[in-house]
Nanobody, 115 residues
């Protein structure tokens, strides 16, 4: 209960675009921060982008200028628009949300950038 569910991953060619979604159930309220993380094969998980309740955003240097994070508070949903994708963006992308009392992680969605 409360666990966010990611969708929108897939296989895309270098230079292409994908839009990821992170949906949370209605049982989760008072969501403050929402964020995206990724884990590439053989590597540790890294932070990608964050968006706060006031819609202020922050990005990892590796995706700045290529990825855009947004949220729809009415739907308790967060999005990650990814453009100019590179092979090094290949990873499992996971959503994380914070409420006043705890945080929740999704299981992730696979993004593969390959020709």
């Amino acid at each position: 209960q409360g666990q966010p569910v990611e969708s929108g991953g897939g296989l895309v060619q270098p230079g292409g675009s994908l839009r990821l979604s992170c949906a949370t159930s209605g049982s989760v309220s008072n969501i403050n921060r929402m964020g995206w993380y990724r884990q590439a094969p053989g590597k540790g998980r890294e932070w990608v982008a964050l968006i706060d309740s006031d819609s202020s955003t922050d990005y990892a240097d590796s995706v700045k200028g290529r990825f855009i994070i947004s949220r729809d508070n009415a739907k308790n949903t967060c999005y990650l628009q990814m453009s100019s994708l590179k092979p090094e963006d290949t990873a499992v992308y996971s959503c994380r949300i914070w409420t006043r009392t705890r945080d929740y992680w999704g299981h992730g969605t696979q993004v593969t950038v390959s020709s």
